[in-house]
């Protein structure tokens, strides 16, 4: 499976630190996206990462990519407490039937 | 931005009772999924959708059909409901393919089924 699968599993941090979460995945990807979920709701985009880029900004987010190692990584900076919430990566196959296949999460707590 | 609505946030049904959750999406967007969230599962596909009338299976399809009739409108069915099937249920419409672009997910339906 390619599966990714996201590192920690929980983080709490306080508010003004940076949060950094990671990702990695086992084969051959087209591109790598992070999501974010509130408690109840549905994910929400954050940003996608294609193979050959490395790294990508969006506001207080940084992703990385390292293909040679198979990982990304997500960067909050600056967090607040409405960035607690939980972050999945996603990851797209080169495949033509490739699908998109999330991990489990990580459960990021910003306390004020 | 694109919208993606799904008709009830809750719903509990009983065992046996044939089940439909509705999708509807505002942005044209060809491709639609079905999901399932569990904890300690994440999120599985169950089907996707990438044209009127057409449906591919997903990685756990068994037990749950699709209809799209309509492009803005993909449903997903439960035959006969059953206790497994308690979960969250999440639509989601991308513009390409899968993977091919980000996915919108609707807020999600909260299934119980007693």
């Known amino acids: 499976s390619q599966q990714g699968e996201e590192d920690p599993q929980a983080l709490s941090i306080q508010e003004g630190e940076n949060a ?20 109840g ?3 929400v985009h954050l940003i996608l990462i ?46 033509a039937n490739s699908k998109l296949t999330f991990g489990k999460g990580i459960t990021l707590s910003v306390r004020p | 931005d694109v919208k993606v609505t799904q008709s009830s946030r809750y719903l509990v049904k009983r065992t046996g009772e044939k089940v439909f959750l509705e999708c509807v999406q505002d942005m044209d967007h060809e491709n639609m999924f079905w999901y399932r969230q569990d904890p300690g599962l994440g999120l599985r596909l169950i089907y996707f959708s990438y044209d ?16 799209r009739e309509k492009k803005e409108r993909f449903s997903l069915i439960l035959e006969s409901a ?7 249920y999440l639509c989601a419409s991308s513009l ?14 909260r299934l119980t089924v007693t």
């Open chain 2, 52 to 67: 009127v009338k057409m449906k591919e299976k997903g990685d756990i399809p068994e037990g749950y059909s699709v209809s």
């Open chain 1, 41 to 43: 709701r549905g994910l």
């Open chain 1, 50 to 95: 294609r193979s050959n880029e490395r790294e990508k900004h969006s506001g207080r987010l940084r992703v990385t990519l390292d293909t040679s190692k198979k990982s990304s990584s997500l960067l909050i900076t600056a967090s607040r407490a409405a960035d607690t919430a939980s972050y999945f990566c996603a990851t797209a196959g080169t495949g």
């Open chain 2, 96 to 109: 390409y393919g899968i993977g091919g672009s980000p996915l919108h997910f609707g807020n999600g339906t």
């Open chain 1, 20 to 39: 950094t979460m990671n990702c990695s995945y086992k084969t051959s990807i087209n591109n790598l996206q992070w999501y974010r979920q509130n408690s």
């Open chain 2, 82 to 88: 059953s206790t497994n099937q308690t979960s969250m």
